[in-house]
């Protein structure tokens, strides 16, 4: 099992768009969630991750190469 502060580390990559900019959640956080509720805002980060919203989709279509 992951502790707080492993979870609370790979929910700020999860949020940060740009990786090589750094965010950081206030780790004082860590005193009021529970492993419970990090680990379901990890979850809901990585599901969020791998969906594309109708417009982007739709600007990424733009780029495809039709032969």
Do not use: C, H
Not at 9 to 14: M, P, Y
Not at 18 to 41: A, C, F, G, R, V
Not at 42 to 57: F, I, Q
Request: net charge neutral; glycine share 2%.
């Amino acid at each position: 099992m992951k502790t707080k502060e492993e979870l609370l580390k790979e929910i700020e990559t999860l949020l940060a768009y740009n990786p090589k900019q750094k965010l950081e959640i206030n780790p004082n956080y860590l005193e009021y969630l529970e492993i419970k509720d990090l680990e379901s805002i990890r979850l809901t980060l990585l599901k969020k991750a791998g969906v594309l919203k109708e417009e982007d989709k739709n600007w990424l279509e733009q780029f495809k190469r039709y032969n």
